[in-house]
Structures are given as C-alpha cells and as structure tokens.
C-alpha cells in the first residue's frame, strides 16, 4: 500500500511517468478502505489465527481480503493524461485497460450499470459482497474490485483480481458470516486457470492502448522509494507486506 502511495507522490512531483503496478500478496492481508474502521468490519481474531495481515488503504471503499490467489494491480497517472474532469470518468476511462485485458484472456466484462445494496448487504464491511459502479462484471458477477484517490491532479487506482474465492475463509474473516460474495474468480469465469504472468501480460497491453503508453518493465525510482519509509507506517495495521 505504501509503494502505490508513493508512486502517486512520485508522479505528481513529476519524477515518474505513468505507471502499471501489478503485485500479489504473502501473507494474504485484509486491505481496509482509507476510512473504514477495523473494529465492525473484520474479525481481529481470526485474521490473527489465519496469519492474515490487515493494512489500510489510500484509497476509499470496502474492505478485501487479499490471498496468494489474487492478481492485483494499480494505475497512477494524471487526470490530464486520462481527459477527466471527475471520479467516474476517470473510473470508465481506466476500465478501458482493463475491458481490454480481460477480452484478450477470453472474457467479455463491462462496468456495473446500476449499483446499489439493500438491506444486510448494505451493511456488509466487504468489498466483494456487493457491485458498485467503479466495479467491473462478467455476467451478473463482480470480477474486480476498484478504488481510487485523486491528488494534485494525479489518479491513483487500485484493482482487486480474484483467481478464486474461498467462501469458508471469507466467513472466518469478515463480521458477516451469512454474506456471499455477489463474485466471482478469473479461473471459474474463464473456465481455465490461468497464471499470473499471462494476466499481467493482458494488463499490461490493455492498459498500453487504452492510455497510448509503451509501458517498460523496471523497479522503484528514487522519488518512490525515498518515500516509502514514511507512508508504510500510515499503511500498516498490522504489519503486513506487500510482495512485488
């Protein structure tokens, strides 16, 4: 969480172009919304039991529990370069790259035409027990998950890519042991499991043409990582790590 911070930082100083970040996660952690509360959402002691990290996001919405069964990844890039004005835009802007992607691994996605939650599952603290309206769908079934922050004219989104959803370790871990993901995995959508590095590919391209950018793959740029640091402390709830 802090490395996608520090990228939106790093790009909006001007010391970074656009960037893709695609990453999986060890141990698997629970990301929290910038401004969700713990104590309502997950279940402390079986995150504990589970050896489940919690870590708090830059960006808004509901909480999602990260596993080693996951493909996630980030954008930041500037408003400008997107030809956005607001929030939405830029979420059907960026849901280009990822329409893309997906169609490329065999599958037709569109973003939630309507969003709303009734009910229970209003309240549910998870991200994939309801649609929202930045989320993308396969059928009638959440695939990603998206958030976003924009600051100083720079957008960051984070992307939430289940391989597959394990419904009992959902229950353990969020305070809604009835709620059912209203989702779906990569492998049960696509009817075939596919690896991380044939979905980071997809990604990759897709997100190449619908931004007009040659992306090249490399590390961390000072800009980044001189701010890492300071932003992990804000991020950690606890101590969970990121794995690029």
Same mark, same amino acid.
């Given at each position: 969480m802090a490395v996608d911070q520090a990228m939106l930082k790093a790009h909006a100083a001007g010391e970074t172009p656009p960037t893709l970040r695609v990453y999986g996660w060890r141990p698997p952690a629970v990301s929290l919304g910038r401004f969700q509360l713990v104590e309502g959402s997950v279940e402390a002691e079986a995150c504990a039991r589970l050896g489940i990290d919690v870590v708090r996001r830059p960006t808004g919405g509901r909480a999602i529990l990260h596993t080693e069964e996951e493909v996630t990844f980030s954008v930041v890039v500037s408003a400008a370069r997107l030809g956005t004005t607001g929030v939405m835009e830029a979420y059907r802007r960026l849901a280009g790259g990822i329409v893309?992607?997906?169609?490329?691994?065999?599958?037709?996605?569109?973003?939630?035409?309507?969003?709303?939650?009734?009910?229970?599952?209003?309240?549910?603290?998870?991200?994939?027990?309801? *649609?929202?309206?930045?989320?993308?769908?396969?059928?009638?079934? *959440?695939?990603?998950?998206?958030?976003?922050?924009?600051?100083?004219?720079?957008?960051?989104?984070q992307n939430s890519l289940p391989l597959r959803i394990r419904v009992e370790q959902w229950r353990e871990v969020f305070l809604r042991p009835e709620s059912r993901p209203e989702a779906v995995g990569l492998w049960e959508a696509a009817g075939r499991r596919i690896g991380c590095e044939e979905v980071a590919g997809a990604l990759r391209e897709g997100f190449g043409e619908a931004l007009g950018v040659a992306f090249e793959e490399e590390g961390l740029g000072e800009g980044e990582l001189g701010r890492l640091e300071e932003l992990k402390e804000k991020a950690r709830v606890s101590g969970a790590e990121a794995m690029c």
């Open positions: 893309g992607a997906l169609r490329s691994l065999g599958l037709e996605a569109r973003l939630v035409e309507r969003a709303g939650a009734f009910g229970a599952a209003a309240r549910d603290p998870a991200c994939f027990a309801v *649609k929202a309206r930045c989320d993308l769908v396969v059928g009638s079934s *959440k695939l990603v998950g998206s958030a976003q922050v924009q600051r100083g004219g720079v957008v960051l989104q």
